[in-house]
């Protein structure tokens, strides 16, 4: 699987459709155009009707043209998107201004377009469209035509009225941009971190498959090279005193590649993890998945301290690549911020199993510790050199995506920095109760498994064109046969 460029999901999650836009404006047109109608008709309100509707057929030939040219599914850019939004503003203040001003209630109206941009654009975007409102909205306080009233009166509000609305309009922009804006970005960078996590999912996923592939061919491939080594073995055996040199040589060389060729069939054999005894090999004890976790680092030439110990017998645990990446993503944050040493410590009791991994770094901030296991939280600077960088580094997904991954598992994760007043550095404590982290693995006495094929499968007639004795001869001598043994006489009655 390809590596993925995950800052491209914050990218694309702000885009809508503009089908969206489409949809909500027709939404407006339909609002704007009940309410001149109810206005005109309904209450006998003198409004200049024509001019009104002149306004929102604007918009409407709008909607046309976009539908016309864009499909459905195009989705926008931010300034296609602010320009959208900035156009809806202005054709509010254009019927607003035919209608009133800020003396007409539905002024507040100003703030739908600011609401829609701080959920779907970015924070500058939606500044400029605030800006853009609340200029109008002064103009409209200060220039406009007069509210359409009865025919019987007219009615002019108080100016303390309007510096009234005019207020609530600024502020309403300002505290519904601010919070809308602030739910949606949690809630964007939540499914990113989740999309970010369900990546490395998919990559385990596809190697545990690869693992199946690997050893599914392995077995295919046994069959045709058992034939070749037998054949390779006659031809050493009948022309191996006559042969010249460079025939011995090349004889001698196709016997060790068919060795070597057998040899890393075994190990492929071996990830097979459909085949019986699976889940028997697919069984790790607690001592070796701490080494297998610090193995990485050892070979970095990275300082590390481990141990391993327990009461009663040591734990086993079904192999598990989420948990695996998971905890050696905690060992690579402890070993790049560590001054000198890292010390990892597996202990179990009959109720428990924890693995503590301690470092003598600058330890957690407050900022980590309050906000644990959320996404994008991050305290490593940009000009630090990260080895071994992972999906996420420098994003401040690894701890979020290593916490989802463990506790999928049914363990617990704390993180802690170090009480003693001599000393400094970070803690990270992952534990499991011991029946769930036994939970699925095979007891480490049952019998090894021959993975060796069958004879049926490895002694497929490939030399029937040979003498029945010869076949029979290469058939043994390749384990395809038993050597017969004594041949009793049958008993007569």
Known sequence: MPDTDLSGLGRDARHLRLDTFVRLRWLAITGQSAAVVGAQFGLGLPLPFGWCFLVIATSSWLNLALRIRFPASYRLSDDSAALLLAFDIVQLAALLFLTGGLQNPFSLLFLAPVLISATALPPERTLALGLLAVGLATL???????????????????????????????????????????????TRLLAQALAATELVLAREQHLSQLDGLAAAAAHELGTPLGTIMVVTKELIRQLGPT?????????????????????????LTSLDGDGAGAGFLETVTFSHLVEELVAPQRALGAGLDVSSAGDGPEPACRRNP??????????????????????????????????????????????????????????????????????????????????????????QLALMNVAAPDAHGAVVRVSWARHIFERGAVPRHSPELNIRPPATARCRPYMRDRPRTRRRKLERSAGCLRSPGPRRRPTLP
């Open 140 to 186: 409209l306080a200060l220039v406009h035509r007069p509210l359409p009233w009865f025919a019987d009166g007219r009615i002019e509000l108080p100016f303390l009225y309007v510096s009234g609305v005019w207020t609530a309009i600024l502020l309403g922009t300002a505290f519904t941009g601010v919070y809308a804006w602030r739910v949606a970005e949690e």
């Open 243 to 267: 042969a010249s040199p460079a025939v011995a040589e090349d004889l001698n060389l196709l016997r060790e590649q068919v060795d070597r060729c057998r040899g890393i069939l075994g190990k």
């Open 322 to 411: 989420g948990v695996m990446f998971g905890l050696a993503n905690i060992l690579d944050n402890a070993v790049d911020f560590a001054e000198a040493r890292v010390s990892v410590e597996g202990r179990w009791s009959a109720e428990r199993v924890w693995i503590e991994i301690r470092d003598d770094g600058p330890g957690f901030s407050s900022e980590v510790l309050l906000r644990a296991g959320e996404p994008y939280v991050t305290t490593r600077s940009h000009d630090r050199p990260q080895s071994g960088e992972t999906v996420g580094a420098g994003l401040g997904l690894g701890l979020f995506i290593a916490k989802t991954l463990i506790e999928r598992s049914g363990a």
